[in-house]
């Protein structure tokens, strides 16, 4: 997944109103200004509510559903390979939203704090915050990549990670 095609799918659903923020790897490099790494796949978190309206210019760009595991996420599929991965959130009136976890007891939690602005190719893109990208790299055993991953969140902005 290139910078091209991050912003040609964001352009897409900005022009679909399906309001969406980047996450993962390419969310890390728009917080820091530029790409780090190769990136295999773009996350992206929506509103759960537009989400028709995202599938709908998703599919007229040649994706197709490849993996279900709603609620908490889904990946859309091009056929040259590139792949998305949405994240459904449920807003509240305060701007914070949640996102369904596989401990239905215990949901992924957005502070309205959370959402913010980066940087791809010079194109301001929204994104999650740095503390949020630490929040959801934790729990589990680290990739390279996530531990290049923090050590770039590490670099520029001084902040703590779990590794």
Known sequence: MTADDVLSVLALLQRAEADVWVGGGWGIDALIGEQSRD?????LMHRQDQEA?????LAAAGFVESLNC???RFVMQAPDGREIDLHPLVFSDDGSAVQASPDPQRPFIYPASCFVTGVIQGTAIPCLSAEQQVYFHQGYEPTERDRHDMAQ??????????F
Not at 39 to 43: E, G, K, N, V
Not at 53 to 57: C, G, P, Q, R, V
């Open 153 to 162: 969140l590490r670099r520029v902005f001084g902040i703590a990670t779990h």
């Open 53 to 57: 309206a995202a599938l709908t210019a």
């Open 70 to 72: 709603r609620p908490i």
């Open 39 to 43: 990136h295999r796949d773009l996350d």
